[in-house]
Every structure is written in C-alpha cells, then in structure tokens.
C-alpha cells in the first residue's frame, strides 16, 4: 500500500522551530519522486510551500516559505523533511507533504499535479 505519513508538528510559541517530516512506505521511492509540502486552515485552500525535485534535488519556495522554511531529504530514510523556523501565529496550519508530478517555479502546478497525499500533521503556534 502505498503510503505518505507526515509527523513532527506540535505546539509552540511565536519564534519557534519545529522539523516535519514526510515518510514513504517501501512502495513510493521519494528519491525518484517531487516531493511538496502544503499547509491548510479549516476553510481555506491548500497552498505549496516549498517542493524538491527528483532529479538534482532543487528546491522551490513559495513566499510564505521563503527565508524561514527548508525542504530537504534523506534518500536513506526514504524521507523529506521541512524545517519550519522564526514560526508565527500565522503559520498555524495542518501542514501535508504529497507526491508530484511537478515541481518548479510555476507554484499553481504543484497542488494539481499531486499524486498521493499524507494525512497532515498539526501546528499551532502561540503568540
């Protein structure tokens, strides 16, 4: 079966760092996949964060990612990370990493080109 199974979020205060991560089962090779991570509030759209390519592993970040989040992998682990850092209340999100089929500059692809999704995982930042 395959599988996407974000963990690491949590709750924490403005200024605050936390590590997400994006685990595949043994069915989804991430290294040979674009990889995205989106977050979502409760009556809002879905929006790309930042994505990494299969290829050489570019990254692309969207603007409320940029300065302040990282995308990267651990090819051993099967896993991408995002490193969220200088949090807001703001960012408070379910945050979800997907499979794609694209990953570039062209942001409004992201999202409509994903092919599996996790279940999410929370964050909650408190001013």
């Known amino acids: 079966q395959v599988q996407l199974v974000e963990s690491g979020g949590g709750s924490v205060h403005s200024g605050g760092s936390l590590r997400l991560s994006c685990q595949a089962s043994r069915l989804l090779d991430l290294n040979h996949r674009h990889v995205g991570w989106f977050r979502q509030v409760p009556g809002g759209e879905r929006e790309g964060l930042a994505c990494?390519?299969?290829?050489?592993?570019?990254?692309f970040y969207a603007g409320p990612a940029r300065g302040r989040f990282t995308i990267e992998r651990d090819g051993a682990d099967n896993t991408v990370f995002l490193q969220v850092d200088n949090l807001t209340p703001e960012d408070t999100a379910t945050y979800y990493c997907?499979?794609?089929?694209?990953?570039?500059?062209?942001?409004?692809?992201?999202?409509?080109?994903?092919?599996?999704w996790g279940q999410g995982t929370q964050v909650t930042v408190s001013s």
């Open positions: 990494i390519t299969a290829t050489d592993g570019a990254t």
């Open positions: 997907a499979s794609l089929n694209f990953c570039g500059v062209l942001l409004n692809l992201w999202k409509s080109s994903a092919e599996y």
